[in-house]
């Protein structure tokens, strides 16, 4: 009788442990699956808000370059007009806009505080040789570009214009994207729980009979039918 009853005990743990386990299991895999996905709709949407900042930013400065290149020089170019439409920009897109001539020489700043300063930076000489340039620094939260100004008749270069504008908004809108995933994967994760504890005996039945006829086998030596 004591051999039968420690035999049942055996079996209770190892069929409670295979229950267990398959629990762990899928709820660990489901849970992996959910936080990838998670983390690639997060970087997704941050990479796309990125891409439309940076197009709208070339878009407008290319605007503003063909103005400035209609001829005679940036110094005739900048009119009152144009230094209020530069401002008003450089406020919608939350940054600063320089323009820099051919002696490295900034001429308008929407800050109004670097006018006649010699701006060296690699950019800038960059785009003086053609090159426009698109620098992004994630950790300072902003985003630079660097555009050279043709001047429309010669297609001489004449100066540079540069744009720079903070991407803090985009990685607040990031964190409360990264809030709403976080409360929706725990309320998923624990339905999942859920769902996986109601249903798991019936996930180890299959296994429990397999379990049974190799028990049933090796004890009596005969074969057993597994339906």
């Known amino acids: 009788g004591g051999e039968v009853i420690i035999s049942s005990k055996k079996k209770y743990r190892k069929l409670f442990s295979m229950r267990l386990n398959i629990i762990w299991v899928f709820f660990l895999s489901v849970l992996a699956v959910m936080l990838l996905l998670g983390y690639i709709v997060r970087f997704s949407a941050r990479e796309s808000r990125m891409t439309k900042v940076i197009s709208d930013i070339r878009t407008h400065s290319n605007m503003f370059i063909n103005q400035l290149g209609a001829g005679g020089g940036l110094q005739s170019t900048l009119t009152e007009k144009m230094v209020y439409e530069l401002s008003q920009a450089a406020v919608i897109y939350d940054g600063r806009i320089l323009i820099v001539d051919q002696s490295l020489s900034i001429v308008m700043d929407t800050y109004n505080m670097e006018v006649g300063k010699t701006l060296i930076s690699e950019e800038v000489i960059q785009a003086l040789r053609g090159t426009a340039d698109t ?39 990031q964190q409360d994207i990264n809030q709403v995933m976080g409360i929706t994967i725990s309320f998923l994760s ?11 005996r019936r996930l180890t039945k299959p296994l429990q009979k397999i379990s049974g006829a190799i028990a049933q086998v090796i004890e009596g030596g005969t074969e057993a039918q597994v339906t």
């Not at 624990?190 to 798991?200: A, G, K």
């Open 135 to 173: 620098y992004r620094n994630d950790d300072a939260c902003y985003i630079e570009v660097t555009m050279p100004i043709v001047e429309n008749e010669t297609q001489n270069i004449i100066g540079v214009f540069l744009v720079r504008v903070t991407t803090q908004g985009i990685f607040a809108q």
């Open 190 to 200: 624990v339905l999942m729980l859920v769902f996986v504890l109601l249903y798991s």
